[in-house]
């Protein structure tokens, strides 16, 4: 008997399937390293066995419990937006999809908080939540396609971070399941150690979320905006931190450097995305030619924008959001206004038109990525952290690396008292010829292996939200120590004891990632122009 069949008639009311189709569509997640296997046209180099959909924490409970019984490795999966591997699995493999999970158990008015199940998507749940007053305050840009499990699990941050902080100041307690079968809820405590923030984090590797007691805030009763313009990206982040060292909390803070800044000011970031998604329709035409062209030179487009970035292009441009009720969101904006413009921080006050763009088109440019793939070339960002007093060798540095690999812009979205996070998006290409997939993806390991390298010279921290999945995990050692990665593993281990739980995720594997034997790339062949 198969184990899909095993499954069947051991658990005969649980939602399974290995319909070819299911299989594929929860082959990957959105690491952009797959979508370059997709245009090769290769679309499901990962299949899972089988997927199943609990729809209560009794049957995630059963089913971790006959994985046990069968040696099964289990991947949960929220909606797959992550980006770094998280879900990679192979035909020994069952999907665990908590969609079907998304009640909400109690919404406690007074505290606040609310406790809900893991697999609710992000925007319906911020929705419902302003329509009984209150914000969770987390807004990832991916707040379409993600769900709280897959936020808990990936640490993710939001685009409010500076005044709510990241998903982990969110969670007070998590109900989980147990790579050992156990249903346990971990309480947020006041003293001795706390279990939350292992979980938190974990990537799927020692249990399934199946609930969490999230914080809740008043939904804002007003918001304050402002816009600045700086000569260089160093005076910009300089600003930054003033103001959250001065204590102030914008929910909203963002740094974009002058080319990203030049892309946010003209809204051509929208332009683009429709003109190519036009273009994509109809095949890769002579402007994507021109591109992938440039792009072979990335060295020289970095260098223009290097010289330009403080004059022709409008330096870099700084964005912020105050909220919370009206005296208060227009008190915050006139302290910043007065440490910002005091003739001493090169800010030159841009009005509040910009910040209020931002907000209006918060999600588009994430969703951008499909038509640039189509055209032929390759993009992803790189999001990494350091204290301030090691931002600027971290800025310069992953530049420098990343530079003759792609052509390269950043923002800087995610600041604190004692540090911010640099989100670098860079997008490359590669020769032409016969074999033109393989170089695409030569450069795109090369690219990732220099920033990574840059990043940890520079003393700064591989991730700061999307999380280490796969593609990071190799680099852990450097970050973590041996000793830290021992440690990672005697928590999986306390967790997990037989190892079933998204083997191979986090740190590192000394096995590669098993291949669906069948799996032969078609080449696809772009013309040389
Ligand atoms: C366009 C786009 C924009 C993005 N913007 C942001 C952003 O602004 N901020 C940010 O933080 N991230 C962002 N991301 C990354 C991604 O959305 C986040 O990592 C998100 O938290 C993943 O949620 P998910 O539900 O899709 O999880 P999945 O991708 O399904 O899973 C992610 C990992 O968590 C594990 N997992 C999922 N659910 C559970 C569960 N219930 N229990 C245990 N383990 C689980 C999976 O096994 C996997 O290892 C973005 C991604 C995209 C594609």
Request: include cysteine; charged fraction near 20%.
């Amino acid at each position: 008997m198969n184990a899909i069949d095993d499954l069947r008639a051991r658990l005969p009311g649980v939602l399974a399937s290995d319909d070819p189709a299911d299989r594929v569509a929860y082959a990957r997640d959105l690491w952009p390293r797959h979508h370059l296997a997709v245009r090769a046209g290769n679309p499901a180099e990962h299949r899972p066995g089988f997927v199943v959909w609990p729809r209560g924490t009794d049957e995630v409970a059963a089913l971790v419990r006959w994985a046990l019984s069968t040696s099964t490795p289990v991947v949960p999966f929220g909606a797959g937006s992550g980006v770094c591997a998280g879900v990679l699995p192979d035909p020994s493999v069952m999907v665990m999809d908590l969609k079907r999970m998304a009640a909400w158990r109690h919404l406690d008015r007074d505290t606040p908080a609310l406790t809900v199940e893991a697999g609710h998507m992000g925007l319906p749940l911020e929705e419902a939540l302003g329509r009984e007053g209150f914000t969770l305050g987390h807004f990832p840009s991916s707040i379409l396609c993600s769900t709280v499990g897959g936020w808990l699990a990936g640490r993710s941050a939001g685009q409010c971070s500076g005044k709510y902080g990241k998903i982990e100041d969110m969670v007070v307690d998590l109900e989980m399941v147990t790579g050992a079968g156990d249903v346990v809820t971990l309480h947020g405590r006041a003293h001795g150690p706390s279990l939350v923030p292992l979980v938190v984090g974990s990537e799927g590797t020692l249990g399934v979320i199946t609930a969490a007691t999230l914080k809740l805030h008043p939904a804002p009763a007003s918001r304050a905006f402002g816009a600045w313009s700086f000569k260089t990206a160093e005076e910009g982040w300089e600003a930054m931190r003033v103001v959250f060292q001065a204590g102030l909390r914008p929910a909203v803070a963002r740094l974009y450097d002058p080319f990203d800044a030049m892309l946010a000011r003209q809204g051509s970031v929208k332009r683009a995305g429709k003109r190519a998604s036009k273009k994509a329709e109809h095949g890769p035409g002579r402007g994507a030619a021109a591109l992938r062209a440039l792009l072979r030179r990335p060295g020289a487009m970095n260098g223009l924008v290097d010289a330009l970035g403080s004059t022709v292009l409008g330096g870099a441009m700084l964005v912020m959001i105050h909220e919370g009720d009206e005296a208060a969101a227009a008190r915050d904006m006139a302290r910043t206004r007065s440490l910002l413009e005091d003739g001493r921080m090169g800010a030159t006050w841009d009005g509040e038109g910009q910040a209020r763009k931002w907000l209006q088109h918060r999600y588009s440019v994430s969703y951008r990525q499909a038509p640039v793939f189509a055209q032929g070339l390759f993009s992803d960002t790189m999001e990494v952290a350091a204290p301030w007093s090691k931002l600027a060798g971290l800025y310069y540095g992953v530049r420098r690396a990343l530079g003759p690999n792609v052509f390269v812009m950043a923002h800087l979205s995610h600041a604190y008292p004692d540090g911010c996070c640099i989100y670098f998006s860079f997008a490359g290409s590669a020769g032409t010829g016969d074999d033109w997939d393989a170089a695409c993806e030569e450069t795109y390991d090369r690219t990732w292996r220099a920033a990574m390298a840059a990043v940890l010279d520079a003393g700064g921290v591989l991730a700061h939200h999307h999380g280490v999945g796969r593609s990071k995990a190799p680099r852990l050692t450097e970050e973590l120590g041996a000793s830290g990665v021992a440690t990672v593993r005697s928590i999986m281990r306390a967790f997990d004891p037989r190892g079933i739980m998204n083997p191979g995720n986090l740190v590192p594997n000394p096995s590669p990632p098993p291949y669906v034997p069948s799996a032969a790339p078609r080449a696809v062949r772009v013309e040389a122009r």
